[in-house]
């Protein structure tokens, strides 16, 4: 009992100290452990694991909705989190019961792991290591995003994202372009899927008519 005592308090000091480094609003001890929604809420949920994991009945889920009731976000018990997660702001936050999220995996407010039905067994989706998921953005389904990839604020993904990929969009898709600094999702810099599609567009009809200018410059050419 007291080696789990002492592993609880080593993990929150390790939130408490991921906080500083990814929040640069933390400015005190006192104000990340009394305003912070989102250590809140992951201390409860890491009591709430444990009590599921050991198959006790209703409580983790009483008090993982008590938790919710005052931090605005909602994590099931079953859901596996890994160290030094943060949440960022935090309100609207939901994560499923079957939900892997690994290591260093940072998230902001309105995103949703989620399922997309009634299905039993893993239906929600895996987070790897040092993942950044943006404002708003849905995750949904038995799906894997991969090592140290970002997904763009708003984006709703259906599909499994590769390592090291930046996703955009609804439905969310993979864009080829470096979005993060020192770690940090640009959201601002984030390209729009839709307008790439129309500047590939563009530049294909500009090749088209140099194209028709040729054979009509070769077609009087013979003339």
């Known amino acids: 009992m007291i080696r789990l005592f002492k592993k609880a308090i080593s993990q929150i000091k390790e939130d408490i100290t991921t906080i500083y480094e990814k929040d640069p609003a ?29 198959k006790i009945p209703f409580l983790p889920r009483l008090l993982s909705q008590i938790s919710r009731f005052f931090t605005g976000i909602e994590i099931h018990p079953g859901a596996t989190i890994g160290r030094r997660f943060f949440i960022d ?21 309105g995103v949703t792991l989620g399922g997309t039905g009634k299905e039993a067994g893993k239906r929600h989706p895996t987070i790897c290591n040092d993942v950044v998921i943006g404002a708003g953005a849905k995750i ?20 499994s994202v590769p390592e090291h990929s930046t996703v955009v969009g609804i439905p969310g ?3 080829q372009q470096k979005t993060v ?5 640009q959201h601002n810099r984030i390209p729009d899927p839709v307008t790439c599609e129309l500047n590939r567009l563009k530049y294909e009809i500009l090749d088209l008519k140099n194209e028709i200018q040729e054979l009509k410059a070769k077609i009087n050419g013979d003339n």
Do not use: P
């Open 26 to 54: 933390a400015r005190n001890l006192a104000e990340v452990i009394f305003c912070y929604s989102g250590l809140h809420a992951l201390i409860c949920h890491r009591i709430c694991h444990k009590l599921n994991y050991w």
């Open 89 to 109: 702001h935090g309100t609207g936050v939901v994560i499923g019961e079957t939900t892997v999220i690994g290591d260093d995996v940072l998230i902001y407010q």
């Open 140 to 159: 949904l389904g038995n799906i894997m995003i991969g090592t140290g990839s970002r997904i763009g604020a708003g984006s709703v993904v259906i599909d």
């Open 173 to 175: 898709r993979v864009v």
């Open 181 to 185: 600094i020192n770690g940090q999702l």
